[in-house]
């Protein structure tokens, strides 16, 4: 009785990866930031360093619904409402919004976020990057609704693990506002909602001006429906930018992406899909081409202009 205890234990705080534990680095360190800057008042560098992990919480948020990070099912539900209450938004939504859609149909044309859908059609710079988080928050909560409708009426367990990471989410927004308002938006609110901004924004960095026709999902010969970024973003944040291997290989550990991507996709995608950094895209994309059209990006697609009244739709294919 006792060994079968201390083996439950065991795999309850067992990680599946140990490249985890930087996973747990950040999310120790999140909260720690914001506790210090509570109790000792505002630093430009840690307040600049808790921006920065808003980032990785988000990527670890995407990482752990792909693979569950423990072996043991108890702290993985733990966790689902640890990333909540850091995010600041229930980590459930990555299952329908994300799981069940995006990496379906990688963006293609049932893909209800697919950069391509909204007013303007397949645009690739700085004002279509600012105003993607809106547009796609737009189309994906009706999305999360009529799932979350699905579960209270099929699977009423998982709508109340649902409803009390709703429940955990806005109860510390109340909890931090309540203790002290100034104190609550500085750094709780609006830290966990640049990260927000980010989670909904990648999207519109990995696919804007990729190619979401049937022959590239085929991935025949080219895998042309995502970019990837190289360089410094891969170590800092769990590999993110290797979107075509995540894509591929979406039940993969984010540390197995940096072999696939080089041995096997890399060359399956256009030049221009494969670029060197994030920022050094960002700057060229969206600022340097809003004043000279040879730093803008090309679309691939053959034609990707909406249809009439497309961009308000919230249309979705049950998976």
């Known amino acids: 009785m006792a060994s079968t205890l201390v083996g439950r234990n065991r795999r309850f705080l067992r ?15 999140f909260p720690a930031l914001i506790i210090w800057q509570w109790l000792h008042g505002f630093s430009w560098p840690l307040y600049a360093l808790q921006l920065f992990l808003t980032l990785g919480v988000g990527v670890i948020h995407h990482n752990h619904t792909h693979l569950r990070m423990w072996q043991g099912r108890t702290a993985n539900r733990i966790t689902d409402f640890y990333i909540t209450l850091c995010q600041g938004h229930p980590s459930f939504v990555f299952w329908p919004t994300h799981c069940t859609n995006h990496h379906r149909y990688k963006h293609g044309e049932h893909d209800v976020a697919r ?3 909204f007013t303007g059609g397949d645009t690739n710079h700085l004002y279509g990057y600012l105003v993607h988080p809106f547009q796609a928050a737009r189309v994906l909560y009706p999305t999360v609704f009529s799932w979350l409708v699905r579960m209270r009426r099929h699977y009423p367990g998982v709508w109340r693990y649902c409803m009390l990471q709703y429940g955990a989410w806005l109860g510390l927004w109340a909890t931090v506002l309540a203790i002290d308002v100034q104190k609550g938006l500085l750094y709780v609110i609006i830290p ?25 999902l085929r ?5 042309n ?10 170590p800092l944040l769990f590999n993110i930018g290797l979107h075509t291997a995540h894509h591929q290989h979406s039940r993969a550990h984010w540390s ?3 072999g696939l991507h080089w041995q096997y996709y890399r060359q399956r995608v256009t030049p221009q899909l494969n670029e060197p950094g994030l920022l050094p895209y960002m700057a060229r994309v969206f600022i340097m081409g809003a004043i000279r059209r040879k730093y803008r990006s090309v679309p691939l697609m053959a034609s990707s202009v909406p249809r009439r009244n497309e961009d308000t739709s919230t249309s979705f294919r049950s998976s």
């Open 192 to 216: 966990q909602l640049h990260g927000l901004h980010w989670l909904l924004v990648t999207n519109y960095l990995q696919h804007a001006h990729a190619d979401g026709s049937p022959e590239s």
């Open 256 to 258: 197995a992406l940096t």
């Open 115 to 117: 950069t391509y859908r």
């Open 225 to 234: 429906y995502a970019r990837n970024f190289e360089g410094l973003v891969n």
């Open 15 to 29: 990680l599946r990866h140990v490249q985890d534990w930087q996973s747990l680095a950040y999310l120790a360190a």
């Open 219 to 223: 991935g025949q010969p080219m895998l």
